[in-house]
């Protein structure tokens, strides 16, 4: 079936040679990283987490939200799923891989990366980290193709297919809670410690996750001349609809928690953060991130906006910038700020972070348009 993926027009393989550029790009400046060490990053001794990790963060989230469309559909037997389900699933493949690879880049030396396997500890929240993000690319693999290869057979997907779905469900909503426990399990970190976080990362993972879903059904209707069916689109802007309320929520309890019980060193990395120790950039993409969902939430509570696609559009771009920036940046380096002596450190990303994190997207992209190739010629082989 791969090779459907080496036939498309002077666009598709257009695109194909940008990602390949870009991919490569990233390369050079990652080998640069490994021959010079992470002190070509903005990172240091303050501020040890930065651009890769907030990818990571966000790119766990996009993975898990691919259960959004599984649970419906194989569930609950909701066939307005059917066509949209394996995008879901290979969604959650692209994603995450690319949040592996971000985890690679970090580490600094790939090395690295064997003492997690050939030093297991059942104690450490990294370890069950890298379990169940492998376990749930596996199954999604597995799932996604088998699926796709019973399509092009035309025969019905075998039995034994099913209980690795269910099994992947649960997966799907511990990656991203245990993502979170990364987090809220340093204590000396009060940015992050709350019991709030795994609920709130979940929340804004099912409304970020399927508006990149939706975002990629219309570009391959437009593109590609293959439609999910109207329907589809708006049961799941619905579900973004839902998740996006949930994550305001949560937010919102968030901050009177902050702000009202007045403990210094929870409010100090809030306001740091909302501008009152000083305007930095930080603060300038938390206030847009703020900004951004709350326009989107307006369009999309609306029916009528959110039934029309222009709109629709406007606010699906809106939530994936505005929960990229707030799991993103907004939410790694305030955890840092100020540190645990009251010390406000300064970091921004460099030239090699960026074209890095470009070149480790690009490869989540290219997967995801081979991925993306295949299964459109096999549907519309299905129809024609």
């Known amino acids: 079936m791969i090779e459907k993926s080496l036939k498309g027009d002077h666009i598709y393989w257009a695109w194909v040679a940008f990602l390949l550029v870009m991919i490569g790009i990233g390369f050079i400046a990652y080998m640069r990283q490994w021959d010079l060490g992470l002190g070509i990053t903005g990172m240091g001794r303050d501020i040890s987490w930065g651009l890769y990790i907030a990818n990571f963060t966000f790119l766990v989230g996009v993975a898990a939200s691919g259960v959004m469309v599984v649970l419906p559909y194989y569930l609950h037997n909701f066939k307005v799923f059917a066509r949209i389900t394996i995008f879901g699933e290979f969604l959650a493949v692209a994603a995450v891989t690319m949040a592996m690879l971000f985890i ?91 019991a709030l976080l795994a609920p709130r990362f979940l929340a804004s993972a099912f409304a970020s996750g399927p508006a990149i879903l939706i975002i990629m059904c219309i570009i391959m209707r437009r593109f590609a001349k293959f439609d999910i069916g109207q329907e589809a689109t708006q049961k799941i802007a619905l579900i973004i609809t839902y998740a996006l309320s949930i994550h305001i929520f949560f937010f919102l309890v968030e901050i009177f928690t902050v702000f009202y019980g007045g403990i210094p060193e929870h409010v100090h990395h809030f306001e740091y953060l909302l501008g009152r120790g000083g305007q930095s950039i930080l603060t300038i993409s938390a206030w847009i991130s703020l900004v951004l969902i709350w326009i989107a939430f307006l369009l999309m509570i609306n029916p009528q906006t959110r039934k029309t696609e222009g709109t629709l559009i406007y606010a699906l771009l809106a939530v994936i910038i505005a929960v990229w920036i707030e799991k993103g940046l907004s939410f790694i380096v305030p955890g840092f700020i100020p540190s645990p002596l009251g010390e406000i450190a300064r970091y921004s990303p460099t030239l090699a972070e960026i074209f890095i994190t470009i070149g480790v997207w690009s490869v989540g992209i290219l997967f995801l348009t081979v991925l993306y190739k295949v299964t459109v010629s096999i549907k519309k082989g299905m129809v024609s």
């Open 104 to 194: 690679f880049v970090d580490l600094g030396q790939p090395a690295r990366v064997f003492n997690i396997i050939l030093y297991p500890s059942p104690h450490s929240v990294l370890f069950w980290d890298m379990i169940v993000l492998s376990l749930y690319l596996i199954l999604n693999i597995i799932i996604g193709w088998r699926t796709l290869e019973a399509e092009h057979q035309e025969e019905a997907p075998p039995i034994w297919l099913k209980p690795l779905v269910f099994i992947s469900i649960p997966l799907a909503f511990s990656i991203h809670t245990v993502t979170a426990f990364i987090f809220s399990g340093l204590g000396a970190r009060p940015f992050w410690l709350t």
